[in-house]
């Protein structure tokens, strides 16, 4: 995998081709902490294309490229949060008439099409649905983004030994929603 610095480097240079690759290599991880808070695919696209836009004005204030990933998850997460917070202040008045949307095509799979093929991870991403926010953030954060402990608890703000305790419930209690929807996960094979 190419290393960030010298493609970060080349975004703040204005170079449109380094842009789209940080972007392809990132869009679905921000994407899916998007979905995680949000619930809605069109609501998460959205989120993940104003990250982007907020990421790209505040490129220059990012220093090093260890702590990239980190620093862009905690943008989606705080966008997301602060989403959710407005939507609760101000609900939507009406909705859009079906007839009234314009239906956009594309030919390649989406990232939730391409995530909902596999059956083991929406039994995981329904498993995920049952549980407590905090778990499922721990999971989120540490097992799907891949982030470390260390990070998760620099952007939560909490102990790393708090991070820790966290992640081991979370895991149990994935695992015990896991098997209350498919009680065959839990036989032995």
Not at 55 to 72: E, H, I, Q
Request: glycine residues 6%.
């Amino acid at each position: 995998m190419e290393e960030l610095a010298p493609i970060i480097e080349r975004c703040r240079k204005g170079d449109a081709l380094a842009w789209e690759a940080l972007v392809r290599r990132h869009q679905a991880r921000v994407y899916g902490v998007a979905f995680h808070y949000l619930r809605d695919g069109e609501e998460a696209r959205d989120l993940a294309q104003e990250v982007f836009v907020k990421v790209y004005k505040n490129l220059d204030s990012f220093k090093g490229d260890a702590a990239f990933l980190p620093w862009l998850l905690r943008m989606a997460r705080n966008a997301a949060i602060d989403r959710i917070r407005r939507q609760k202040a101000r609900p939507p008045a009406d909705d859009l008439q079906v007839g009234d949307a314009v239906e956009l095509q594309s030919n390649e799979r989406s990232p939730e099409q391409a995530w909902e093929a596999d059956v083991g991870k929406r039994l995981v991403h329904r498993a995920l649905g049952r549980m407590s926010e905090q778990n499922r953030e721990i999971i989120l954060l540490k097992d799907i983004q891949g982030l470390k402990l260390e990070e998760i608890a620099e952007m939560l703000g909490v102990p790393l030994g708090t991070v820790k305790s966290r992640s081991s419930r979370a895991r149990t209690e994935l695992a015990k929603r896991v098997v209350e929807l498919d009680p065959s996960y839990g036989a032995v094979r």
